[in-house]
């Protein structure tokens, strides 16, 4: 635990719950727990554990939409600013169709510690070179020890871009265009996340046990990328107040040829599987790879069978990462990283 959780643990839990948007009463459990028990897990987790909980007595039925009741359910304010964002969130692009509803309130919370400044002393406007807008620079070699990163931080060119929301995907699409190299062997790739986040991978390189657990391709832990900016900047915009965008330059030959790939775009039948995986048996299957390459799935409940259905949907495509070797070696191809500013 951190000084900062520590920190976080001795405010009024009631100007917690406000800052988060749940309910004064939500942490009141918190005063029944031993330190040694409560000092076990940061606040975070502790609140995500607590939603989770609330949620199971919700019927499936109840949790195939993000509604007021759901959220009512779980322990949130519908008269907070935290509920208005969740669902301003949730009704962004169509991102609502790939992520359960229940799972908007962990990325709520999530993105509260990180970029909240009420409960986060990282939070700036941009991470770098603040007073820099709309300008390409890389960071000096003094920044970092190279000896404990298998990255080059100074190498990875950043933006700290300053854009209206409507207006965000084309100004990217401005930046890198001409930016990223047009040669033949040449593919980007973009991974949609937060500012938070985006300094983490830079610094520490891809961890992938820091993402969402057992989301399309993986069992546990993973990676995902997509070749499409529209997909990327969607995702970043839906699910956090401080999005980055990470584009990684791949050659095929150098960098993709040699992995195990599992390609799952033309195999709707193993795609399924996939998707499915419920045993370990399964998970044993996949740990065999380096990535899995695939269509995205959708979500919808089946009324006749009272179950969560997930499908593959048409004309898109991620990669994930599942291999702890493989990212390692990827993340080198790091090319740049744009830190968005609404």
């Not at 988060?20 to 940061?42: A, Q, V, Y």
Request: aromatic residues 10%.
């Amino acid at each position: 635990m951190t000084d900062e959780d520590i920190l976080l643990f001795q405010q009024p839990t009631v100007l917690l719950c406000s800052s988060l948007g749940l309910k004064l009463d939500f942490l009141e459990r918190l005063d029944t727990f031993s330190d040694d028990h409560l000092h076990h897990r940061s606040l975070c987790d502790w609140i995500t554990i607590f939603l989770q909980n609330n949620s199971k007595s919700v019927s499936l039925e109840k949790k195939t939409r993000l509604t007021l009741e759901l959220l009512d359910s779980m322990g949130f304010d519908s008269l907070s600013t935290g509920f208005e964002t969740i669902m301003a969130w949730y009704s962004k692009g169509n991102t609502q169709y790939h992520i359960e509803p229940c799972e908007w309130a962990r990325i709520f919370i999530q993105d509260e510690f990180n970029n909240n400044p009420l409960l986060s002393s990282r939070v700036d406007k941009f991470p770098f070179q603040r007073d820099l807008t709309n300008s390409w620079f890389q960071l000096p070699n003094t920044n970092y020890e190279q000896s404990e990163s298998s990255l080059y931080p100074c190498h990875v060119n950043i933006n700290n871009l300053v854009s209206t929301e409507s207006n965000a995907l084309k100004d990217i699409r401005s930046k890198l265009n001409g930016f990223l190299s047009q040669r033949d062997w040449a593919t980007a790739l973009y991974h949609g996340t937060d500012h938070h986040s985006a300094v983490d991978i830079l610094f520490r390189g891809i961890d992938l046990r820091v993402g969402r657990q057992n989301r399309d391709f993986n069992c546990g832990s993973g990676f995902y990328l997509t070749k499409n900016l529209d997909e990327a900047v969607n995702w970043a915009a839906s699910t956090t107040t401080k999005p980055a965008i990470l584009v990684f330059q791949v050659n095929h030959e150098e960098n993709l040829n040699s992995a195990k790939r599992l390609d799952l775009n033309n195999d709707e039948e193993k795609w399924y599987e996939v998707i499915r995986k419920k045993n370990s048996k399964d998970k044993e299957s996949l740990s065999a790879y380096d990535l899995i390459e695939g269509p995205q799935a959708t979500m919808r409940y089946d009324e006749a069978s009272r179950e969560l259905l997930w499908k593959p949907k048409p004309s898109s495509y991620q990669m994930c990462l599942i291999s702890d070797d493989f990212a390692e070696t990827f993340e080198k191809t790091l090319h740049s990283i744009l830190f968005l500013e609404n």
